[in-house]
């Protein structure tokens, strides 16, 4: 069973900065893509930022220059560096990760249980 376990999220005064992680456990062979989801209340989901394994990066337009996508592909595990955050920014946020499960197997999609991140004074 795979699992994607998000921590890091919390209360921030615009512009501090938080790091959001996400650990890919469980029976993973590979994992192609990582990254990171966003869904303000009444609002539809929205990509931040993804990864591939081979360290290409894709940012919204939104958050270009103030946030950092890394990874750690030893560890299964995915960052996200949030710096000059605002109140738009206050959403669930959300790892993402495209993985199989064997060699043999397709490629598969599973999302974290989201963690909270608000930005406010």
């Known amino acids: 069973q795979v699992q994607l376990v998000e921590s890091g999220g919390g209360l921030v005064q615009p512009g501090g900065s938080l790091r959001l992680s996400c650990a890919a456990s469980g029976s993973i062979f590979s994992i192609n893509v990582m990254g990171w989801y966003r869904q303000a209340p009444g609002k539809q989901r929205e990509l931040v930022a993804d990864?591939?394994?081979?360290?290409?990066?894709n940012y919204a337009d939104s958050v270009k220059g103030r946030f950092t996508i890394s990874r750690d592909n030893a560890k299964n595990t995915v960052y996200l560096q949030m710096n000059s955050l605002k109140p738009e920014d206050t959403a669930v946020y959300y790892c993402?990760?495209?993985?199989?499960?064997?060699?043999?197997?397709?490629?598969?999609?599973?999302w974290g249980q989201g963690t909270q991140v608000t930005v406010s004074s």
């Open positions: 993402n990760a495209d993985l199989r499960i064997t060699p043999w197997a397709r490629f598969r999609n599973y």
């Open positions: 990864m591939t394994s081979g360290g290409s990066t």
